[in-house]
């Protein structure tokens, strides 16, 4: 079970938004993945595949070369077993080029609240490391 559970409110969806930027802001494949059911089905811009595995893999590499990340999630749209969330994330690559992400999610969740469905559309556009908007402590 991974509380709070569906159907959601308005505040049990927040708190879902809120536990999904927490977890992914650590920045911990094997935490965040935990999250998903074991045959979750993601669609990541023009990538698409299957598995709490494969979840995992993504995420490995999505942070060996999204460096720094810092994610903000904002609940958008709240429906029985489904929330739409928009979301801003920061990052730098390996050459110290920063990046801001823009996007939306698609979620809809089992009845034990992990994910089964996660549907992301995302755009990058390149940002000085002056326009940045998420400051924190650099993960050694």
Do not use: C
């Not at 159907?7 to 977890?23: H, S, Y």
């Not at 979840?55 to 720094?68: A, G, I, M, P």
């Amino acid at each position: 079970m991974r509380p709070p559970l569906p159907p959601f409110t308005e505040d049990t969806a927040r708190k879902k938004v809120q536990a999904a930027e927490d977890a992914w802001n650590t920045r911990d494949p094997e935490k965040v993945s935990l999250a998903y059911t074991k045959e979750t089905q993601w669609r990541n811009r023009s990538e698409f595949f299957q598995g709490r595995d494969a979840v995992r893999r993504f995420l490995e590499s999505k942070w060996r070369r999204e460096l720094d990340y810092r994610l903000k999630k904002t609940l958008w749209s709240v429906t029985g077993n489904r929330i739409a969330v928009k979301f801003e994330y920061e990052y730098h690559d390996n050459n110290d080029q920063w990046f801001r992400a823009h996007g939306n999610e698609l979620w809809e969740f089992a009845d034990d609240g992990l994910m089964r469905v996660r549907e992301a559309s995302i755009n990058d556009i390149k940002i000085t490391e002056t326009e940045r908007r998420y400051r924190w402590a650099r993960k050694s």
